[in-house]
T-cell receptor, first 114, second 113 residues
Framework: NAGVTQTPKFQVLKTGQSMTLQCAQD?????MYWYRQDPGMGLRLIYY???????DKGEVPNGYNVSRLNKREFSLRLESAAPSQTSVYFC?????????????FGSGTRLTVV | AQSVTQLDSHVSVSEGTPVLLRCNYS??????LFWYVQHPNKGLQLLLK??????LVKGINGFEAEFKKSETSFHLTKPSAHMSDAAEYFC???????????FGAGTILRVKS
């Protein structure tokens, strides 16, 4: 069982470069999420997709865009990377919107912007 | 709005001794509460969750947590620490039917041999 797969695992970008973080889940979950993790701040929600075809902003959406490509895949794009976006990014999925169903997290993408 | 405060950023225990990781929450709704664990360079794994059923919740790997509404606390405990418990632990709160989890800042647990 792969669960939630994120690619790449590590990335270094120069300021102003763009990139897309990929996330795929094989559990037939309806909802998917992107979080960023910064030291001493826990995880903060960037964007989420309650179901295929819908996306909504989370707590810290500025500088990011997302695409729910299909039910399995949910990508996060940085159009013009900034040093403040240096972080560890986690994708997660759940069977339905709502926390009673539990979240499954990927292993993360460590992004450094120089 | 919901919020979570983890009272200790670091906790150090000896192997075989009890573990206590403290969490206080603030919520204007009936909260659902979770503990997640993150081992180094890994994703987050759900340890246990409280969703308005029994106030004492048992999770995986011998962990449990007690929901105390009067104290707005949801502390995580384990009777006997194991070296493999060394990790970062996150207390999380959400509304019962919300899409959004609010994470605490995390507590790093160190287990000494």
């Amino acid at each position: 069982n792969a669960g939630v797969t994120q690619t790449p695992k590590f990335q270094v970008l120069k300021t102003g470069q763009s990139m897309t973080l990929q996330c795929a889940q094989d559990m037939n979950h309806n909802s998917m999420y992107w979080y960023r993790q910064d030291p001493g701040m826990g995880l903060r929600l960037i964007y989420y997709s309650a179901s295929e075809g819908t996306t909504d902003k989370g707590e810290v959406p500025n500088g990011y865009n997302v695409s729910r490509l299909n039910k399995r895949e949910f990508s996060l794009r940085l159009e013009s990377a900034a040093p403040s976006q240096t972080s560890v990014y986690f994708c997660a999925s759940s069977e339905f919107p709502g926390i009673n169903y539990g979240y499954t997290f990927g292993s993360g993408t460590r992004l450094t912007v120089v | 709005a919901q919020s979570v405060t983890q009272l200790d950023s670091h906790v150090s225990v000896s192997e075989g001794t009890p573990v206590l990781l403290r969490c206080n929450y603030s919520s204007s709704y009936s909260p659902s509460l979770f503990w997640y664990v993150q081992h180094p360079n890994k994703g987050l794994q759900l340890l246990l969750k409280y969703t308005s059923a029994a106030t004492l919740v048992k999770g995986i790997n011998g962990f449990e947590a007690e929901f105390k509404k009067s104290e707005t606390s949801f502390h995580l405990t384990k009777p006997s620490a194991h070296m493999s418990d060394a990790a970062e632990y996150f207390c999380v709160v959400s509304r019962e039917y919300g899409n959004k989890l609010v994470f605490g800042a995390g507590t790093i647990l160190r287990v000494k041999s």
